[in-house]
């Protein structure tokens, strides 16, 4: 993968995982001053860095998780991000805190994180009229007829 760092607070080192065998690029906020969220609302952060991301594979975007338990999700709650997409990466951060409080998030904090894996071919699809029987079949919501 291919990464273009569009704000030169952000370095290289600040990119690279923390620790071997890491599976997420720690994305950081690319702000100059500190962004308050109340309870329930929205913002859209810039990352600070463009990617180029290789052709059959896709970046998922999700929350740190020690981000997300203090309530910062997603807005959309999974960002997907396409190989062909070459524009700055935005985080659409939403506060679902419980408390009161509102959330701050500081300049260069690691707020989400990218995890690039492969996708289906979808240009492979094929369809029927029906579909082969497994020993789950068709009921959905976790339904798979334990007790």
Do not use: C
Request: overall charge negative; aromatic content about 4%.
């Amino acid at each position: 993968m291919i990464i273009q760092i569009i704000n030169k607070a952000i370095t290289q080192e600040m990119l690279r995982p923390q620790h071997h065998g890491d599976a997420g690029l720690d994305l950081r906020a690319s702000i100059a001053e500190p962004i308050t969220i109340a309870r329930g609302l929205s913002h859209k952060i810039p990352s600070g860095i463009r990617t180029a991301i290789p052709e059959g594979w896709v970046g998922l975007m999700t929350p740190r998780s020690g981000k997300g338990s203090k309530g910062l999700h997603l807005g959309n709650v999974l960002g997907v991000i396409d190989a062909t997409f070459r524009g700055e990466i935005l985080m659409n951060v939403k506060n679902n805190s419980n408390n009161v409080s509102p959330l701050v998030i500081n300049p260069l904090d690691r707020i989400m994180q990218l995890v690039v894996v492969p996708h289906y071919d979808y240009n492979q699809m094929l369809f029927v009229n029906d579909l082969d029987e497994t020993s789950r079949g068709d009921s959905g919501f976790g339904d798979s007829g334990d007790a």
